[in-house]
């Protein structure tokens, strides 16, 4: 079955030169010690919870620590009419020193 929500972490630096909607899933003690670029935090709980007024006119990216929990947000979210993607492995794909430039 093939995911049409899912984006190989590769393409990252590219996507960050957009204007369009990042957010970290991770919880604010994670995000604190080391985040992204341009992405905003609302723990995964806080979005299910309360969840944010977003655009439907621009993609929204999502990360978490593996990837597991923002997959399954992005589909949600796609099937709400949004235009929703999350990164193959999560945070944890990208936690390796060649990958300094995007921190």
Request: glycine share 4%; net charge neutral; proline share 6%.
């Amino acid at each position: 079955m093939e995911n049409n929500q899912l984006i190989n972490i590769d393409k990252l630096p590219e996507l960050l030169k957009h204007d369009y909607t990042f957010i970290d899933l991770r919880d604010s003690l994670q995000f604190n010690k080391v985040h992204l670029q341009k992405f905003i935090n609302i723990p995964y709980e806080n979005f299910i919870n309360n969840p944010p007024h977003l655009s439907k006119n621009k993609p929204i990216y999502l990360i978490c620590y593996s990837g597991k929990r923002s997959l399954e947000l992005a589909k949600q979210l796609t099937m709400q009419g949004y235009d929703a993607y999350s990164f193959n492995g999560g945070f944890y794909a990208i936690e390796h020193p060649i990958n300094n430039q995007l921190y």
